[in-house]
């Protein structure tokens, strides 16, 4: 069992930067691959961005490739999500969420490979 605990989120201007963090407990950090996601008001819920658990390999959205950077800190049990050149577009409520694949490089993108997921935080981008 791990919980997850995300903070970071606001309202931001076009063009601006936000840093997301998320707090794991529970089972060793190192064995989780982790994961962001959003959700905008009447949509479904999207991957943004993954880091394998060795957090040698990542993985983004399409959109947010550049803008979007995906870290972790195994001493401090915390995932990232850096994000700049924010747009309105990127508006919406965002999760963190805990794999543990088999493989130390794997890279989960599907909302049902993930077993562990955060409160959520909103991220507002005014244009």
């Known amino acids: 069992q791990v919980q997850l605990v995300e903070s970071g989120g606001g309202l931001v201007q076009a063009g601006g930067s936000l840093r997301l963090s998320c707090a794991a407990s529970?089972?060793?950090?190192?064995?989780?691959?982790m994961g962001w996601f959003r959700q905008a008001p009447g949509k479904e819920r999207e991957f943004v961005a993954a880091i394998s658990r060795s957090v040698s390999r990542t993985y983004y959205l399409d959109s947010v490739k550049g803008r979007f950077t995906i870290s972790g800190d195994n001493s401090k049990n915390t995932v990232y999500l850096q994000m700049n050149s924010l747009k309105p577009e990127d508006t919406g409520v965002y999760y963190c969420?805990?794999?543990?694949?088999?493989?130390?490089?794997?890279?989960?993108?599907?909302?049902?490979?993930?077993?562990?997921w955060s409160q959520g935080t909103q991220v507002t981008v005014s244009s």
């Open positions: 969420a805990a794999n543990s694949p088999s493989g130390a490089h794997t890279v989960p993108r599907m909302t049902y490979e993930f077993d562990y």
């Open positions: 529970g089972r060793t950090f190192s064995t989780y691959a």
